[in-house]
């Protein structure tokens, strides 16, 4: 935990009325198995999320209510105030840092072939690779969209993002409801920056059957694994935007 005294902040409307406060860094946990906590930006009070591990300094406490200002990270918050219920901060803003960068690698395993899968029912052409990671395995499919702009990631070192926003909008929920009580945090998303270019290149690391040019966990109940494994990773440079390395080879 980083504690900066001396920092004064009103405490009332009595203009000149001020208290010392202590600025101490926190870091977010998720709440429940959506993998996001809810917060309210100020003043505007529209809600927002942050993912697990996201860097926040706290500001002030007032009418039940902790504020702060979101550190880092990848979303769009970042650099933005806001506060929660201080009986909730007090459960999910907590002293523990994230740890030292992620390392995934991924191996290309053969041509592409026609799969039916179990969950969507559907056939894809799929383009199998392993993944590699904290002392595991997983399957995973590059492609299964052909024809169009999405084609299996380039072998390279590219780096991994943090994640960016819920991806609830693209259903995943039925992996979940295969497997009860099994899969967790399935709308978060790590965003991946293709070595040679800037920022999200629109593929992403993420649990499913059908990619899109991603690096995508067919092996569903491998999911979790993954997700624990990156959530908690940062690396040094870039303010919590960047996770680690994602190595890919054919």
């Not at 930006?41 to 860097?55: F, I, N, V």
Request: with cysteine; aromatic share 10%; charged share 25%.
């Amino acid at each position: 935990m980083t504690v900066l005294s001396n920092n004064r902040t009103s405490s009332n409307d009595q203009q000149g009325s001020s208290h010392q406060v202590t600025v101490a860094t926190k870091y977010s946990r998720r709440p429940d198995d959506s993998g996001w906590l809810r917060i309210r930006l100020e003043p505007s009070g529209d809600d927002a999320y942050l993912c697990e591990y996201t860097k926040v300094t706290l500001l002030r406490e007032k009418s039940g209510r902790t504020y702060f200002r979101v550190a880092d990270g990848n979303s769009a918050h970042v650099g933005k105030e806001a506060s929660m219920a201080t009986q909730n901060a007090n459960k999910y803003l907590l002293d523990d840092a994230p740890k030292g960068p992620a390392t995934v690698k991924v191996k290309y395993s053969g041509s592409p072939v026609l799969v039916r899968s179990e969950v969507r029912g559907d056939e894809n052409k799929q383009q199998w690779a392993i993944a590699s990671f904290d002392g595991k395995t997983a399957r995973v499919t590059l492609n299964s969209v052909w024809g169009y702009q999405y084609t299996p990631i380039p072998p390279g070192t590219h780096r991994i993002m943090a994640p960016d926003q819920s991806h609830a909008n693209i259903p995943t929920s039925g992996y979940k409801a295969a497997h009860p009580g099994r899969i967790r945090c399935n709308d978060v998303w790590f965003p991946i920056e293709v070595e040679g270019t800037t920022g999200n290149s629109s593929r992403y690391i993420h649990i499913g059957h059908l990619s899109e040019g991603c690096v995508t966990f067919y092996e569903l109940l491998k999911w979790n694994d993954i997700y624990d494994y990156l959530i908690d990773r940062r690396m040094k440079e870039g303010k919590g935007k960047y996770i680690g390395t994602l190595v890919v080879e054919k």
